[in-house]
């Protein structure tokens, strides 16, 4: 089954923490870094000339084991960054976040971070390089800045279809009602996976989850308006090495010579972040 851990942050706002739910136990316990950085950011373009620091609340960096199918190690974020897109001042704000994410990335690794990555979580911006089905255009360098700490890595979101590529519903015109096709768009990609190169080249499906229709929570719709996003990855071993690679009582492969490796993304009321790591 699912071993739950749980990364205190310091969210005074919201009370918000990251979790993750998984089948391959971290090496190491979930670490958060208290660690602030300065704004504006090398080479940041936001329209504000704010200047300050910022930490990142709501994020958890570990190490998971060396599975059967990949080279060694692999490092893991989850994330949720700061919110509106749009703002200027918080564009400054969230380069900072993704900046100490990134910086507790390479001190967790033993230095420069040169492990198989991924990054994954809420992170509240949009992606030049996995432009959404709204046409949304980032005005920070979030996603660049976590690319980078992945060693030149890919957003996977950019592998879904566009008519699908939207992960949030914002209820523009207050209305209740869902409106994906509406002009100026309610929907918008803001959740992501981050992959580094060998990673990147084992997906075999990248997906947002539109399994129900949202609602306001005044007519019984849920409590998350971001939809669930998974990316999975064809591993080449044998059935044995998965059940071990998955832990003491696991049963991920009972059958066939390949596993899938499975990082899901999705917020439940008070964890902002659920990441689910499973063996399919």
């Known amino acids: 089954g699912y071993e739950p851990y749980l990364a205190f942050g310091a969210d005074t706002y919201l009370g918000q923490n990251v979790g993750l739910l998984t089948r391959v136990d ?7 870094s208290a660690a602030s950085a300065a704004y504006p950011v090398a080479g940041s373009a936001c329209p504000s000339t704010a200047t300050g620091s910022s930490g990142c609340t709501k994020h958890y960096v570990t190490r998971l084991p060396a599975l059967a199918g990949l080279p060694g190690p692999l490092m893991l974020a989850g994330v949720h960054l700061l919110s509106n897109p749009s703002d200027g001042a918080r564009c400054l704000k969230r380069e900072a976040q993704a900046t100490v994410v990134a910086d507790e990335l390479d001190r967790v690794a033993g230095g420069a971070n040169a492990l198989p990555t991924v990054i994954l979580g809420d992170m509240n911006t949009f992606d030049a390089d996995a432009i959404d089905f709204g046409g949304q ?10 690319k980078e700490a992945a060693r030149g890595g890919e957003n996977a979101m950019g592998r879904v279809p566009l008519a699908e590529r ?3 519903w914002w209820d523009r015109d207050g209305d209740c ?3 994906p096709d509406a002009s100026p768009s309610e929907v918008s990609l803001l959740d992501h996976i ?4 060998e990673l990147a080249a084992l997906v075999v499906d990248a997906r947002v989850h539109h399994d129900w229709t949202p609602a306001c929570v005044a007519d019984g719709g849920y409590y998350s308006d971001h939809f669930p996003i998974s990316v999975t990855l064809r591993l080449d071993v044998d059935a044995a090495d998965a059940d071990a690679a998955a832990g003491d009582g696991a049963d991920p492969v009972s059958a066939g010579a390949t596993g899938a490796l499975l990082f899901f993304a999705g917020a439940a009321g008070g964890v902002a972040a659920t990441i689910a790591i499973g063996w399919a």
């Open 194 to 197: 981050v992959l580094s190169p």
């Open 137 to 146: 255009a980032p005005i920070d360098r979030t996603l660049a800045i976590f």
């Open 26 to 32: 971290p090496e190491l316990a979930l670490s958060r």
């Open 166 to 168: 939207f992960s949030e």
């Open 177 to 179: 009602v869902y409106e």
